[in-house]
């Protein structure tokens, strides 16, 4: 026998409602009520806020934009030489390799205002790429590009930092943006290729 | 078995009044201290998630 | 406001027949074996905090110019060493074990039965605890220095990945043991509701046997067979979405048990009721729906997932926003009711009227309040395109120590100020020192945790020693000594604990009347009149796969369809030896 339906025979009340299961309520307190719907306000209204920042803005995180082989991707351009090139006024695209346990270029060189892509890959192990003070902030996959547009503004050092664990030399993994007024710039830096600062890559470029 | 009946019965029982007694034990308690310190938790939410906002359109447009 | 009292003093239908059904069945209590059992779990769990607890400390001292690490050397090898095994022992293995064995304890007692197979929950626990051995080997002897993410072509030992295997395999199967007893409980209670704190206790591992799959199939088709050298590749961005499938609902995971605690017993130890049961269940199925869709939102800033997916997971996420909204409400109103009911008076001024002297309700009070701004951070991280402003900085330990570390941790903490004691027959060493133990432990993380999350939003990376890092400009120092400080006032804390902890488990055995037994709250409204449809697995599974096939679905049909097994990582050893 059942309990269910005891419960159901004997629930029946002075006023002759049974305790009829499907009827029961979940009987939620009007205040928690209230405060539940402000909880989807409030979601919805952030919700709009992160939208308005995304789309209508333009402040767009990481998406999926090309598939390389770590095994090979150093060998072929533009990744055999990294570094900056300039397509257009104040426009720059910068390859970056990102490395056990360097960055290739380690140092960009741009005049204030300058708008770049970067595009930055690893060979090796998961890195990260977030420069410091700006709304860059990628992790760098092998077999993955991670392709990121800025406009610099401000004169000034913006350091580029590694922050996904990545082996011994992990905290020592960065490099540097910098910033300088219009005109200080030597010419011959708008398309760098590869950097020779690092000795780990030019043997690796060596090498191939 | 019988223990069962026995809760069973003895909760069905309950039931009859609960439907006016127990949810009067509930409408008699106000929770009003709690609404207050949720309503401080609603400020404090919005504006340190709205700091963390400002910083992001501060750091410029990134596509 | 004033007719508080009233309803309590005189004793109602509420209580009269209730009473006569605890008088007429006589109380059901674990046999000791059974007490062993949940005891052993626990023994193991808390011993790998205090070991994982260690490290951390160290850690925090090496930021601002502390370096221990060569005092640990014959060891432990480096930071990274030292934070894997923090990672792997306190965020994987403690709560683990200490989750399994809470639910054992939560099964058994709320629905007043042994487990129906007990030779299940051995095996599950053997399991579990051979998987411990083989992760822990090569953590100790630096063959697993990957963190607690393992993110490849980082590769580990085989025996890592295997260890962990069997961690979670064990799991299920404890998993499958309550279910067994759920279901044998309820066929000798047709309509009668499952009692919460089984249920909520039961619905966290059926997430987490959902969420697990995930980083089953991770390891089982990709890092395993690559680290025995099967395969010479990895796809490091699947395994990454792999990942993150279980990472997410992982913290879930680790806070339900804290939930059961603060919906299902804090009530009872605060002298009260639980507030709305219908509510406590509502969230329970919630989390079990919607924990696990969300997993991208660790992606945001990942070359490789469309940006629509993000969006959609942040959408996601966000909806898990609001059952701990609710509960949230709830606690703190069963706490309320419970004040009020004792005298308490004033807007806020109740409060004080709580049983702060009782260690174990003040480490959930204050695990509570931490978890707040947990929670504040929490929809920060999810909120989209602001992830670029956190994400992988330090922002992200300073909030998950708030989560896990306190709002799961200290709740944990709080539990076994009770439980051990219950488990082994003993009263709690010196309520006191435990008390001091959970004041250092919400000083100390607030101070950690707040110059983390200010660090993070300057921009340091997370899982760095910033202590050696050449980028680090002058600014930062302030903060990198408040999180050393912070994290000695934790070691002291930590060091109080297990210190509490062992005196309890060797002190005397006491008489029966003196031990601490196991809090179970009422509700103000009777479970039975809580609608059936919160208290069936059925229509919640439906849901949480349907959901999961259409927020996972295609992007894992893109990514495993287009699997490019390309990444070997390096030839060399990439972390210190």
Same mark, same amino acid.
């Given at each position: 026998m059942s309990n269910g339906e005891d419960l159901n025979v004997a629930g029946a009340g002075p006023a002759g409602d049974g305790l009829d299961e499907t009827a029961l309520t979940m009987g939620i307190d009007p205040y928690e009520r209230n405060w539940m719907r402000l909880t989807v306000a409030l979601l919805v209204m952030f919700f709009t806020t992160v939208a308005i920042a995304g789309f209508a803005m333009g402040i767009q995180v990481t998406g999926a934009y090309q598939e390389v082989d770590p095994r090979t991707v150093l060998d072929t351009e533009p990744w055999a030489t990294p570094g900056l090139r300039k397509i257009g006024d104040k426009e720059y695209e910068a390859y970056v390799v990102a490395q056990t346990w360097s960055f290739n270029p380690s140092e960009i060189e741009i005049p204030v205002g300058s708008t770049v892509t970067i595009l930055v890959t690893s060979p090796d192990l998961q890195h990260g790429f977030k420069i410091t003070d700006t709304n860059v902030n990628t992790m760098v996959v092998p077999g993955q590009v991670s392709k990121v547009t800025y406009t610099f503004d401000t004169v000034g050092d913006f350091p580029y930092i590694c922050h996904e664990y990545c082996g011994t030399g992990h905290a020592t993994m960065f490099g540097v943006v910098k910033v300088v007024p219009e005109g200080t710039l030597d010419e011959v830096s708008g398309d760098t290729g590869g950097d020779t600062d690092n000795e780990a890559n030019s043997d690796e470029d060596d090498s191939q | 078995m019988t223990t069962d009946d026995v809760s069973a019965n003895s909760v069905a029982n309950s039931e009859r009044a609960a439907d006016h007694e127990q949810t009067d034990e509930h409408e008699h308690f106000k929770p009003v201290g709690t609404m207050f310190i949720l309503a401080m938790f609603v400020v404090a939410l919005i504006m340190l998630w709205a700091s963390v906002y400002l910083i992001l359109l501060s750091r410029g447009v990134t596509t | 406001m004033t007719t508080i009292d009233e309803p309590i003093e005189t004793p109602d239908v509420e209580t009269t027949d209730l009473t006569i059904e605890r008088v007429e069945k006589p109380e059901f209590d674990?046999? @000791?074996?059974?007490?062993?059992?949940?005891?052993?779990?626990?023994?193991?769990?808390?011993?790998?905090?205090?070991?994982?607890? =260690? =490290?951390?400390?160290?850690?925090?001292?090496?930021?601002?110019?502390?370096?221990?690490?060569?005092? %640990?050397?014959?060891?432990?090898?480096?930071?990274?060493?030292? %934070?894997?095994?923090?990672?792997?022992?306190?965020? %994987?293995?403690?709560?683990?074990?200490?989750?399994?064995?809470?639910?054992?304890?939560?099964?058994?007692? &709320?629905? #007043?039965?042994?487990?129906?197979?007990?030779?299940?929950?051995k095996v599950g626990f053997w399991t579990m605890l051979t998987g411990l051995i083989m992760t822990g080997i090569p953590i100790l002897t630096n063959s697993a220095t990957v963190l607690y993410t393992f993110y490849p072509p980082l590769k580990a030992s085989w025996a890592f990945y295997l260890g962990l295997t069997l961690v979670v395999v064990g799991s299920w199967i404890e998993g499958l043991g309550f279910y067994l007893t759920l279901a044998a409980w309820r066929?000798?209670?047709?309509?009668?509701?499952?009692?919460? $704190?089984?249920? &909520? &206790? $039961?619905?966290?591992?059926?997430?987490?046997?959902?969420?697990?799959?995930?980083?089953?199939?991770? $390891?089982?088709? =990709?890092?395993?067979?690559?680290?025995?050298?099967?395969?010479?590749?990895? *796809?490091?961005?699947?395994?990454?979405?792999?990942?993150?499938?279980?990472?997410?609902?992982?913290?879930?995971?680790?806070?339900?048990?804290?939930?059961?605690?603060?919906? &299902?017993?804090?009530?009872?130890?605060?002298?009260?009721?639980? !507030?709305?049961?219908?509510?406590?269940?509502?969230?329970?199925?919630?989390?079990?729906?919607?924990?696990? @869709?969300?997993?991208?939102?660790?992606?945001?800033? *990942?070359?490789?997932?469309?940006?629509?997916?993000?969006?959609?997971?942040?959408?996601?996420?966000?909806?898990?926003?609001?059952?701990?909204?609710?509960?949230?409400?709830?606690?703190?109103?069963?706490?309320?009711?419970?004040?009020?009911?004792? #005298?308490?008076?004033?807007?806020? #001024?109740?409060?004080?009227?709580?049983?702060?002297?009782?260690?174990?309700?003040?480490?959930? %009070?204050?695990?509570?309040?931490? !978890?707040?701004?947990?929670?504040?951070?929490?929809?920060?991280?999810?909120?989209?395109?602001?992830?670029?402003?956190?994400?992988?900085?330090?922002?992200?330990?300073?909030?998950?120590?708030?989560?896990?570390?306190?709002?799961?941790?200290?709740?944990?903490?709080?539990?076994?100020? +009770? =439980?051990? @004691?219950?488990?082994?027959?003993?009263?709690?060493?010196?309520?006191?020192?435990?008390?001091?133990?959970? +004041?250092?432990?919400?000083?100390?993380?607030?101070?950690?945790?707040?110059?983390?999350?200010?660090?993070?939003?300057?921009?340091?990376?997370?899982?760095?020693?910033? #202590?050696?890092? @050449?980028?680090?400009?002058?600014?930062?120092?302030?903060?990198?000594?408040?999180?050393?400080i912070g994290g000695g006032i934790l070691l002291i804390s930590v060091l109080i604990y297990g210190w509490v902890m062992l005196r309890t488990a060797l002190g005397p055995k006491v008489e029966a009347h003196l031990v601490p037994t196991v809090p179970i709250a009422e509700s103000i409204r009777h479970p039975q009149l809580t609608p059936v449809w919160l208290d069936r697995f059925k229509p919640w599974l439906i849901a949480a796969g349907l959901l999961l096939v259409v927020a996972y679905g295609p992007q894992f049909i893109d990514q495993i369809f287009n699997m490019n097994l390309n990444a070997p990582g390096t030839d060399f050893v990439p972390w210190p030896s």
């Open positions: - | - | 674990l046999s @000791p074996q059974e007490k062993r059992f949940v005891g052993w779990h626990i023994t193991v769990a808390i011993t790998a905090l205090m070991i994982g607890s =260690m =490290m951390g400390p160290i850690q925090s001292f090496q930021f601002s110019g502390l370096d221990l690490y060569p005092y %640990l050397e014959p060891v432990i090898k480096s930071y990274y060493q030292g %934070l894997t095994l923090h990672g792997v022992l306190n965020a %994987l293995v403690y709560t683990t074990f200490f989750i399994v064995g809470f639910a054992n304890l939560t099964t058994m007692k &709320g629905l #007043g039965r042994s487990l129906s197979h007990p030779v299940i929950n066929k000798d209670h047709r309509g009668v509701r499952s009692p919460f $704190i089984a249920l &909520g &206790g $039961i619905i966290n591992m059926a997430m987490w046997q959902i969420a697990t799959l995930g980083i089953a199939v991770e $390891i089982l088709t =990709m890092l395993l067979p690559w680290s025995l050298g099967l395969i010479d590749n990895t *796809d490091p961005e699947l395994a990454r979405t792999y990942f993150w499938f279980t990472g997410h609902p992982l913290v879930y995971f680790w806070l339900l048990p804290a939930y059961v605690s603060w919906y &299902g017993m804090l009530p009872k130890q605060v002298g009260g009721k639980l !507030f709305s049961d219908s509510l406590a269940r509502l969230a329970f199925w919630l989390f079990l729906i919607v924990s696990v @869709p969300v997993g991208f939102h660790h992606q945001f800033t *990942d070359p490789g997932v469309p940006q629509t997916w993000k969006f959609i997971h942040a959408a996601l996420t966000y909806s898990v926003f609001f059952p701990s909204m609710i509960t949230l409400f709830t606690v703190v109103a069963s706490l309320e009711f419970a004040a009020r009911r004792q #005298g308490g008076k004033g807007l806020v #001024g109740w409060i004080r009227t709580l049983p702060w002297g009782d260690p174990s309700v003040a480490a959930q %009070l204050l695990a509570g309040i931490l !978890f707040m701004f947990g929670g504040i951070g929490g929809l920060t991280n999810a909120s989209y395109s602001l992830n670029l402003v956190i994400h992988n900085t330090a922002w992200v330990p300073g909030h998950f120590h708030l989560t896990v570390a306190t709002a799961a941790t200290l709740s944990f903490m709080g539990i076994s100020y +009770w =439980m051990v @004691p219950y488990l082994a027959g003993k009263q709690l060493w010196s309520p006191k020192m435990a008390l001091v133990q959970v +004041w250092t432990w919400f000083v100390g993380m607030i101070i950690f945790s707040n110059a983390m999350h200010v660090l993070g939003l300057l921009g340091a990376p997370r899982r760095t020693p910033l #202590g050696s890092a @050449p980028y680090v400009p002058e600014e930062w120092n302030g903060h990198l000594l408040r999180v050393s």
